[in-house]
């Protein structure tokens, strides 16, 4: 079976202009589907990055791959 990373980030700016209710939504959509992967075996952590990690950025913003 394929593994995938999936990483969340939100920056303080756009965590300011969310409403609490949009984001208890947001956090019970996320948590209804984290459980669904666990019910069928497919979930593995929910660890967060370690403090030695880095948030690495292109010239310009876009994605370099």
């Not at 995938?4 to 300011?16: P, R, T």
């Not at 459980?35 to 069928?40: M, T, V």
């Amino acid at each position: 079976m394929k593994s995938y990373l999936v990483l969340i980030k939100e920056s303080a700016e756009s965590a300011a202009n969310v409403s609490p209710q949009a984001a208890q939504e947001a956090v019970a959509l996320y948590t209804a589907w984290a459980r669904k992967l666990d019910s069928e075996g497919r979930f593995v952590t929910a660890d967060g990055l370690s403090p030695e990690s880095r948030t690495l950025r292109s010239p310009g913003g876009g994605a370099e791959i």
